[in-house]
């Protein structure tokens, strides 16, 4: 717990972009010992601030000025901060996944003997560091065999290998179930019991509520208030009002659902993994959408939800087996993605960095490349036809950028995911399938993405909407389906859901099994998981092409 003094005080920091500034006269004082939160909107200048910080943005690259455990500090890149004691782990973890959990613990800071690493002194200490956050795995097991949960507790792990004092944890449980995002939060209540002071950015508000000791809230890249958890009187409601200026009524918007007929069905959906033999993703899925209705898909991580939605666009996951798809009454073969696009079906990846943008574009170039045709003359890509349409999706959707000529790896988590939702709206799908639409976005922009999921479905389109958070689904969805192991284990109606009854489903393992005997000679069910080994829970991005290169 805090002693009272400060660890960190940063005064006046302010961060200039071209054409933006991203902060502007910027104080935060952390207390030692506490669970610092800092909240905002997505482009508020958190992780810029937290990159100033660390050294990522050098001394010299800013104005103000950093005092850290008493003495004034100029960091010029990460190695500096971390020999200072200050560790940060990035929303998007910075683990390589051919290499094992040791080496990725000690990469950089190898354990050498005689100039030579000593694997046996490094897989021991790293079993040390592993058991300190609760894993048993085996120090040689490959990271890229282990679910994302566990990989953020090794890249704590590598930062406890680092002597570390300040831990800056940027979206720590954005990628992970309910499960894992207790167990980490119970992590760092543990590293905070030890001395160790956190920063903690998240959109999580509720956990942000129960886990933080002091919260700073910055709005368009200044400081707007810090709010002391100790006084009481902090809750989401308290929290939302600083980040946005106003109170949220509601976290959903109002909309009375107008559904039609059915126009999209699937049906018997099997398909196989796409490197392990005999293992099945989906097993024979059956569902159907309806024209104006909002359907969710919820499951545990691991279920197979992202599986089937990426083996239905186009068969870019996984070996398809058997099974029909039905579009507006005819049986359609949708074998490829750019099949897909035409034939009216788009997919909003949950991983928008790897599959859904291509970091070297444009927002303008990025909005129109999934249907350039549209905007096309005698094969030609009209430019002014493709600035205005990427203008007039940054307005609706109140993306934050100076331009729609700004790199898309220049903005902001929530931004990037405003710009993929316009690359998919701008081929005008009569089918929307959204995969964690709303991951590491805060509570104002998620609002905004609602309205325009309602809008879609008020237009007599369908929309499918996978989500790891059950309030979502339990607030936007018509209906919502549960998968267990690659399963759809059952569907309920908006009036009899609630998250008892969803959490029921999502774990009913014996619900529609499917005879060995009916997948054929050379596909088998591989029946409930072992509970000793490690699930597969990631989808092959290593051998599908990114979205960019099917589109483009």
């Known amino acids: 717990m805090s002693d009272g003094g400060s660890i960190l005080q940063m005064t006046g920091i302010t961060k200039t972009f071209p054409g933006v500034k991203a902060l502007d ?10 669970v610092h939160a800092i909240c905002g909107e997505n482009g508020a200048g958190k992780s810029t601030l937290m990159k100033v910080l660390s050294g990522v943005h050098p001394a010299g690259s800013y104005d103000g000025s950093i005092v850290f455990n008493g003495d004034p500090v100029e960091f010029n890149n990460i190695r500096d901060s971390e020999h200072a004691g200050i560790v940060i782990i990035h929303q998007e973890l910075a683990l390589i996944p051919e290499l094992s959990i040791a080496e990725n613990i000690f990469l950089g800071n190898e354990e050498t003997k005689n100039g030579v690493i000593d694997w046996v002194h490094t897989n021991n200490k790293a079993r040390e560091l592993l058991a300190r956050v609760g894993l048993r795995e085996d120090p040689e097991t490959p990271i890229k065999n282990i679910g994302v949960g566990k990989q953020q507790l090794v890249e704590i792990a590598k930062a406890l290998s680092k002597d570390v004092k300040l831990l800056i944890l940027d979206e720590p449980t954005a990628a992970l179930n309910e499960e894992d995002s207790r167990h980490l939060l119970d992590l760092i209540r543990g590293l905070q019991a ?12 509720n956990e942000i509520e ?3 000791n002091a919260i700073t809230i910055i709005r368009d890249g200044k400081t707007v208030e810090t709010l002391d958890v100790r006084e009481g009187a902090v809750d989401e409601d308290r929290i939302i009002r600083g980040m946005v200026g106003r109170s949220l009524e509601s976290r959903f918007p109002d909309h009375t659902p107008d559904i039609g007929e059915t126009f999209f069905e699937v049906h018997d959906w099997t398909v196989g993994h796409p490197q392990i033999p005999d293992r099945l993703v989906a097993k024979g899925s059956e569902f159907f959408v309806r024209r104006g209705e909002i359907v969710g898909f919820a499951g545990l991580m691991g279920s197979g939800r992202t599986e089937l939605m990426r083996s239905l666009f186009g068969h870019s996951y996984g070996q398809f087996l058997r099974g029909t798809m039905v579009l507006n009454g005819k049986e359609v073969r949708l074998n490829s993605v750019p099949a897909a696009i035409d034939a009216g079906v788009a997919y909003v990846t949950e991983d928008r960095k790897s599959l859904g943008l291509n970091l070297l574009d444009d927002i303008k170039t990025t909005t129109v490349s999934a249907k350039l045709k549209k905007i096309a003359k005698n094969m030609v890509v009209d430019r002014r036809a493709e600035h205005q349409a990427a203008e007039d999706y940054r307005k609706a959707l109140r993306t934050k950028t100076p331009s729609v000529d700004y790199g898309v790896s220049k903005l902001s988590g929530g931004n990037q995911q405003k710009v993929v939702l316009s690359k998919w709206l701008f081929t005008d799908p009569e089918l929307l399938i959204l995969d964690e639409p709303t991951r590491g976005i805060d509570v104002g ?3 905004e993405i609602y309205g325009i999921i309602q809008r879609l479905a008020s237009q007599g389109k369908g929309v499918i909407v ?4 059950l309030p979502e689904l339990l607030g936007i969805s ?14 309920l109606d908006r009036g009899q859901a609630d998250q008892e009854s969803l959490l029921r489903l999502m774990t009913l393992t014996s619900s529609t099994h499917t005879p060995e005997a009916e997948l054929g000679p050379d596909v088998v069910d591989d029946g409930p998981p072992d509970p000793t080994a490690t699930p597969d829970t990631t989808p092959d991005t290593k051998n599908a092409p990114e979205e960019g290169a099917w589109t483009s």
């Open 210 to 212: 129960a886990i933080s």
């Open 445 to 447: 922009a998620k609002f």
């Open 466 to 469: 996978v989500s790891s958070e």
């Open 478 to 491: 018509d209906r919502i389906y549960t998968i267990c192991e690659g399963r759809i284990t059952g569907v």
């Open 194 to 205: 030890k001395g160790i002071t956190c920063i903690m950015i998240s959109h999580k508000l």
């Open 25 to 34: 006269d910027v104080t935060l004082t952390v207390r030692r010992g506490d």
